[in-house]
């Protein structure tokens, strides 16, 4: 496809090829903010893209990705997951000659996202769990950027290529797992509402629960969020639940480590009074008390594979579409066990 000029572009908004240039150059005091947005918007249509660097080389290439993480995820320092998802990621794109730009976001307006993510300093994107409605979905879904999307499978009516863990596959097996050992009164803290791993994670327990026709009652779901903050709050909510849960799964690591405090805190021995599982296996896993049950998901993998994809799109010109999903594995450790004989 034709990379759309700026002539064009200047004719879609109405305005001058001075005007729309001033605009795509950041000059914005220079025009009416109705005149600013009205270029701003005819470019996405369009899906214009001011290739400042890369216009000078043969190529058209600045052999950069950029890695975009949203301001309501944790700073991704402090994300085990994205970490993970970089190494992969950096491991595949150094051989071949690429470098990294992580774009850290302050907000999702379309100002911004031009600013910060379409300035022509990429030559590909890599979105680390988009959320659900997420304005960033419709940008990219609009602009020319070949564009990846890891940590979230999204409806394919989208058009992304999404690299992930088999998030459904593996919570039905975690679930499996406990009703194996003899549980059935199993509690669930859920994920962030606002993604779309929570929601699969949550059916596939759901959906587990009710092939072994175990009918969960309502208070067994809470939620808690991706933190250990949320898991220890939703620990303290399922705890006193009576007659009294015999097994717990967290939708993460990080809100299992919340539950594991709350049961320390109420004195619950685990996993002689509750079992506690999680999803994940961050570091932090198995250096718990008790070492915790979880699952293995190949982030590591994750991030190579949606390096490797962005990488054939840029050099083929080629769109991929659909979904990439590792298995992970379950990983036992300390923290299940079968369920106290006076709870059945």
Request: charged content about 20%.
């Amino acid at each position: 496809m034709q990379r759309p000029t700026l002539k064009q572009l200047a004719e879609e908004a109405g305005v001058s090829i001075g005007t729309a240039s001033n605009i795509l150059s950041n000059k914005l005091e220079l025009h009416s903010p109705e005149t600013v947005e009205r270029v701003l918007a005819a470019a996405r249509r369009l899906g214009y893209r001011p290739n400042r660097i890369a216009r000078s080389l043969a190529a058209r290439r600045t052999h950069t990705i950029g890695i975009v993480v949203e301001p309501q995820h944790a700073v991704f320092t402090r994300n085990p997951y994205v970490t993970a998802v970089l190494d992969g990621v950096v491991e595949q794109l150094a051989p071949n000659g690429y470098h990294l730009k992580i774009i850290t976001l302050r907000d999702l307006n379309p100002r911004t996202l031009w600013n910060q993510i379409d300035d022509g300093t990429v030559d590909g994107i890599i979105m680390v769990a988009p959320l659900i409605g997420s304005p960033l979905l419709d940008y990219f879904h609009h602009v020319h950027v070949p564009c990846v999307v890891v940590g979230s499978v999204l409806p394919e009516s989208m058009g992304f290529y999404c690299v992930d863990s088999a998030s459904h596959t593996m919570m039905r097996r975690l679930t499996e797992y406990l009703i194996e050992l003899g549980h059935r009164r199993i509690g669930f803290v859920v994920g962030p509402q606002n993604q779309w791993s929570a929601h699969q994670r949550l059916e596939a327990y759901q959906q587990t629960m009710a092939a072994h026709g175990i009918l969960v009652e309502p208070d067994w779901i809470v939620q808690g969020g991706y933190d250990a903050v949320g898991g220890f709050r939703a620990a303290q909510q399922l705890l006193q639940l009576r007659p009294r849960l015999t097994a717990i799964i967290a939708s993460n690591d990080h809100a299992a480590l919340g539950v594991l405090d709350a049961c320390a805190q109420q004195g619950v021995r685990v996993p002689r009074d509750v079992s506690v599982v999680g999803f994940d296996d961050i570091p932090l896993a198995e250096l718990a008390t008790p070492p915790l049950t979880t699952i293995r998901t190949p982030i590591h993998d994750i991030g190579l594979e949606a390096a490797r994809a962005l990488l054939h799109q840029i050099e083929t010109g080629e769109p991929l579409r659909g979904t990439r999903l590792f298995e992970g594995e379950l990983v036992i450790r300390a923290s299940a066990a079968p369920p106290p004989r006076s709870k059945h």
